[in-house]
């Protein structure tokens, strides 16, 4: 459940007012989700999704809300979010920062075939493109900087094996981190963790059109070449055994490189990048398994997951061809 700020229909009322979107007709709470509260409003003008924000503050918001409009202006399908008079986009629901955002058409699309690996990565490329001029700096809080500070926080739970495997992966991450290759990378504003259920799909089967990316709260200035390995890493992945379906992998870079084809070094770079993906998520999610901050808020996914991702993306390292 994801409603950890109840919102009455006046209190929503007099919060969208300012906002220029019409009449409030209903709102519904949204189940979905971990981190924050949302809920669905519809007026007599549109579709919207109210966030309250339970753990960003506002002195982080303005780079992600920002971001959004500013991709939502160059036409990527991004959930706009909405400004009063003044131009904020960034507001206050019963003390909490909040927002209203546009609400994306469609739903996720949880088995994905080649159709939409392929429109995954030519919409990612495109994002990248119209996130370069984005004038805000802010890096990705979840990169090498915090793998290193949270590694040795979660170690103790680890069997010596996987103590092992994670110790020389950041390590091996570090020293790539430093080298010449990896500094050279093109970089700007990532998604960072674009996985298949913060992506909208609509329309019949065999036919879906992405309609939107969306929950860019763990965005950050980082190389294109990371985002596409944490997509590659969860579009284009046997679930089970987290090996890559390379058909789909092919297809998801091939249409990504329709847009903005990669250069020598990112290809190069990618199977090292797809083992750093894999070391952010392991990570992650030992982090939130292991050492819960809230427990009311925090509902962990399996670690071991991206222990198997990061296992065959070192057994099996992968480029395209070219
Ligand atoms: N702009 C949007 N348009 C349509 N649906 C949305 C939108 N934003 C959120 N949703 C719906 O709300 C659900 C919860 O949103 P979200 O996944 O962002 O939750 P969260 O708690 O903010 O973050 P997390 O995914 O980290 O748990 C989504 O699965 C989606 O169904
Ligand atoms: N996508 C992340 C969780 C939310 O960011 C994961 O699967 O671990």
Redesign the pocket.
């Known amino acids: 459940m ?1 409603v950890f700020t109840e919102v009455s229909t006046d209190e929503a009322r007099n919060f969208i007012a300012p906002l220029g979107v019409g009449q409030l007709t209903e709102l519904r709470g ?1 189940r ?5 509260t ?1 809920y ?1 409003v519809t007026t007599d003008g549109g579709e919207y ?1 109210l ?1 309250v924000f339970e753990r960003l503050s506002f002195e982080q918001l303005p780079f992600y809300l920002h971001l959004m409009q500013h991709l939502a202006q160059r036409g990527i399908p991004v ?1 706009n979010p909405r400004a009063d008079a003044q131009g904020r986009i960034l507001h206050t629901l019963k003390g909490k920062p909040a927002a209203l ?4 058409e469609g ?2 699309q949880l088995a994905p075939d080649l159709h939409h690996c392929q429109q995954v990565g030519s919409m990612l490329a495109r994002m990248h493109l119209a996130g370069q001029d984005y004038p805000r700096q802010q890096p990705n809080l979840r990169g090498l900087a915090w793998w290193t500070e949270t590694i040795p926080t979660v170690l103790p739970h680890l069997q010596p094996g996987q103590h092992a495997l994670i110790t020389e992966e950041l390590a091996f991450q570090q020293s790539l981190a430093a080298s010449p290759a990896c500094q050279a990378l093109p970089c700007g504003p990532i998604h960072a ?1 674009l996985f298949r ?2 992506v ?1 799909f609509a329309g019949l089967p065999g036919h879906e059109r992405l309609t ?1 990316f ?2 860019f ?1 763990f965005a950050g200035v980082d190389s294109f070449l990371f985002d596409i390995a944490v997509c590659l890493n969860d579009w284009c992945i046997d679930l089970d055994s987290g090996a890559l379906v390379e058909e789909r992998a092919a297809a998801f870079v091939a249409a990504y490189e329709s847009q903005r084809p990669l250069d020598g070094n990112e290809h190069r770079l990618l199977p090292a990048m797809l083992r750093a993906a894999a070391l952010r998520f392991w990570t992650s999610r030992l982090w939130d398994f292991h050492l819960p901050r809230d427990a009311a808020l925090l509902k962990p996914h399996d670690p071991t997951h991206f222990e198997r991702v990061l296992r065959a993306r070192i057994d099996k390292p992968w480029h395209p061809a070219r």
């Open positions: 994801a949204i979905a989700g971990i981190e924050n949302n669905f999704v966030t959930p955002v546009d609400k994306l739903s996720h963790d259920d913060n909208m939107g969306f929950d709260y």
